[in-house]
């Protein structure tokens, strides 16, 4: 079709609506609709996100049994205190029959969840298992009364918050994308909310967010219980260590503080005979409503929305093309060529929001030494008037370098075309790509390296940092190789975080060192600013950088909240790369770079460094001109196995990084195997079954929990219709401020 997503702002809302009646503010279940009518148009499969306040349970029933729909819930549960007081809005309700594990609830058991705790929720949860299921098509129950200033929420989601959700759903099934409202009752941040939902799908920049911060432990609790219950269905969720039995009794009240339970506490009498039809939902008393009016209009003039003459910039020079070997090499001139007329026969450069630089910027000597000494200066200088001789002998004293008379100036070419993306990107131009050679990652202080003669990447942060007055940069390397030269220069700040995914092999993969292994995390002002991802298996592809990217990448990104997004681009680990030896397509560096683009206001400036297979480089770079642009990007698939050595070294860096990133907090917890385990753990707090078994607290009905400890629906009954939200005028200020 022409149109590839769409917003329905529709009323009333849906989600809550039962196959025979009407239920919570809900006549028709919209979205059941949409999926129905979607899956009778022939689509295989199609994901549900459902991130309104309360649990959509008319949703989940009418696919709880269909592996073709995923549904996935975010909603408050207070263990069944909240609205629709079910038993079967807990985490441990995962589907029947075939669609076991593909039900997914996130039960909130507490007020005042943010955005940090929703962002953990999307990187742990909702995307690693969306990404995994790669859906056709994406549909969304968009409440917004988890918004901040919503009475019947209780919780502090900011508006802008909403679009970062979005886009992070818009890069699955080829972008095609529905969001239909559902609830939210604060008129002033669900207009904003809504607003910046629309900005969204239209392809502009996500609003700006604060650094996320600590998770509450209640949630922290609950993604584990998730995990628990859904890790056998799901190798993304299986990076946790497994726990195959309950410690003994002395640590029980440890293991209650970290574990979730399966308690579950309806109000009494509920369900009640007959349910009110008026004054039965949730308010504020003046006061309360008048202060988070106040909130609400400070987050929103707080919140930057950045608008730009150009969504994208790009930088070629074909003056670079001039430092080549004497005979065959890898880093070839072809390289950047190709690149570049892959992005013309994409027609990119047709779009009159695409702007193509000017051409011969070159470094100063002033700009080279804000990372490099004087004598690597002078050293590169002199290449200039020497002999052939000369110059081999002196590339002979390196690294892996070969030296031409005009090496030195397309060195200079090529760090001055990432300067000039960067003064576009902090001006006129939301992002940009630098087509360069000689690459630079590998360059240290003093010497040339690896290929590389100047840092380009590293000039470009302290660059942005001295000359723009950045005080937050962020460096993703994406090379195959660990950018060492870039690591050395930043290790003791915390103006650079850098981070590296990079084949390690124990230090035997090129360049050979312990410094790119996962226990080096910087030192001084800059420990913990360095996180290497360092893999010791071969053949690593989409799925091993994908789940790199959701558990490590992305966290520490929003909680560093950078200013401006630097990647040295190296797409040596693409698949068919004769150095690489690994498999990463070009749509996975696509959809890295799609998640990237919501940080930093959109600036972000992707330079290339290796990659030396001409039709995988070029294809890649192409995908990620396509997601600084907006574009919709071709599906992702994670078929792969996953590999013990590969949760080995996310588990180490976890691990690690742990201590220095509370975005990171309880990643490396052993979970149970099973979520009976859960139930036992319940038992011995609470003195009563809690799951096994059909004695657990239901709402009256004989709905339990069945097969094992997973909650099913039973044949003698599915769980009966609840009431509306509230059966009390409530004054909520005392639970706002919980």
């Not at 690459?439 to 590293?458: K, M, S, T, V, W």
């Not at 799925?543 to 200013?563: D, G, K, Q, S, T």
């Not at 994670?638 to 590999?643: H, S």
């Amino acid at each position: 079709g022409k149109v590839h997503n769409g917003l329905g702002l529709v009323r009333p809302p849906g989600h809550h609506a039962m196959e025979d009646e009407l239920n919570g503010f809900c006549g028709y279940n919209n979205i059941v609709i949409a999926a129905r009518t979607a899956l009778n148009k022939g689509l295989k499969k199609i994901l549900i996100v459902d991130f309104d306040l309360h649990h959509g349970q008319g949703v989940q029933r009418a696919f709880y049994e269909d592996p073709r729909v995923l549904y996935m819930s975010v909603h408050r549960y207070e263990d069944g205190r909240y609205w629709p007081h079910l038993r079967e809005s807990n985490f441990d309700f995962i589907g029947d029959g075939s669609g076991v594990g593909f039900n997914v609830n996130v039960p909130l058991n507490v007020t005042g969840c943010g955005t940090t705790e929703y962002l953990a929720i999307f990187h742990r949860i909702f995307l690693p298992i969306a990404t995994e299921f790669n859906p056709d098509l994406v549909l969304v129950s968009a409440g917004y009364d988890a918004a901040i200033g919503c009475p019947e929420g209780c919780m502090k989601v900011s508006p802008a918050a909403y679009s970062h959700f979005i886009s992070s759903l818009s890069c699955l099934a080829g972008g095609r994308l529905v969001i239909l409202l559902e609830g939210g009752y604060c008129l002033d941040s669900l207009s904003e909310a809504a607003a910046l939902t629309l900005r969204t799908l239209i392809g502009q920049t996500t609003g700006s967010l604060p650094a996320s911060g600590p998770i509450n432990p209640s949630v922290l609790k609950s993604i584990l219980g998730v995990i628990t219950a859904l890790r056998p269905y799901w190798k993304s969720l299986q990076l946790c260590p497994v726990l195959p039995t309950l410690p003994s009794p002395d640590d029980l009240k440890l293991m209650q503080n970290i574990y979730p339970s399966l308690e579950f506490h309806p109000p009494p009498g509920f369900p009640p005979d007959t349910f009110p039809t008026s004054d039965y939902y949730l308010v504020f008393d003046a006061e309360t409503e008048q202060r988070l009016a106040l909130e609400i209009a400070k987050i929103n003039l707080n919140t930057r929305l950045r608008d730009t003459e150009f969504r994208l910039c790009v930088a070629y020079d074909e003056q670079m093309c001039r430092h080549s070997d004497d005979g065959p090499h890898p880093e070839a001139p072809e390289r950047i060529v190709r690149i570049y007329e892959r992005i013309k026969d994409g027609k990119l450069f047709e779009h009159e929001d695409v702007i193509e630089l000017a051409r011969g910027r070159r470094l100063t000597v002033e700009e080279v030494l804000l990372v490099h000494s004087q004598s690597h200066w002078d050293k590169m200088t002199r290449t200039v008037n020497m002999d052939v001789q000369e110059r081999d002998d002196l590339a002979e004293e390196y690294n892996s370098i070969y030296l031409n008379q005009f090496s030195f100036e397309c060195g200079l070419l090529s760090g001055g075309a990432v300067l000039n993306t960067v003064d576009r990107v902090m001006a006129d131009c939301r992002s940009g790509i630098a087509i360069v050679r000689p690459p630079g990652h590998h360059a240290e202080e003093d010497e040339a390296h690896g290929f590389c003669l100047f840092n380009n990447i590293g000039i470009a942060a302290q660059y942005a940092i001295s000359v723009h007055g950045l005080n937050r940069v962020l460096i993703l390397d994406w090379d195959v190789h660990h950018g060492n030269g870039i690591q050395h220069m930043f290790y003791d700040t915390d103006q650079v975080l850098y981070i590296s995914i990079h084949r390690y092999d124990q230090a035997s993969f090129f360049p050979c060192s312990e410094d790119a292994g996962a226990d080096q995390v910087g030192e001084g002002a800059g420990k913990g600013f360095n996180v290497n991802i360092p893999w010791n298996s071969r053949k690593c592809g989409d799925l091993e950088y994908f789940l790199a990217f959701m558990n490590i990448v992305m966290p520490i990104a929003y909680e560093y909240n950078p200013e401006l997004v630097l990647v040295s681009a190296g797409f040596d680990a693409a698949r068919g790369d004769p150095l690489g030896g690994y498999r990463v397509t070009p749509q996975m560096y696509g959809l890295m770079t799609h998640h990237l683009s919501a940080l930093a206001d959109g600036k972000v400036v992707i330079a290339l460094e290796g990659g030396y297979n001409l039709t995988s480089i070029s294809e890649s770079m192409y995908m990620c001109a396509r997601a600084l642009h907006g574009d919709p990007l071709p599906q992702v698939s994670l078929d792969a196995q996953l590999r013990d050595e590969v949760v080995d070294t996310l588990q180490e860096v976890m691990q690690v990084q742990q201590q220095h990133w509370a975005s990171l907090h309880h990643t490396a917890i052993p979970v149970p195997d099973q979520v009976n385990l859960l139930s036992e753990l319940s038992s011995r707090k609470c003195g009563q079954v809690a799951g096994g078994s059909t004695d657990v607290q239901s709402d009256g009905d004989g709905g339990g929990v069945e097969g094992g400890g997973v909650a099913v629906y039973g044949n003698s009954g599915s769980v009966p219709v609840s009431s509306p939200r509230s059966q009390i005028v409530a004054n909520t200020s005392e639970n706002l401020e919980k």
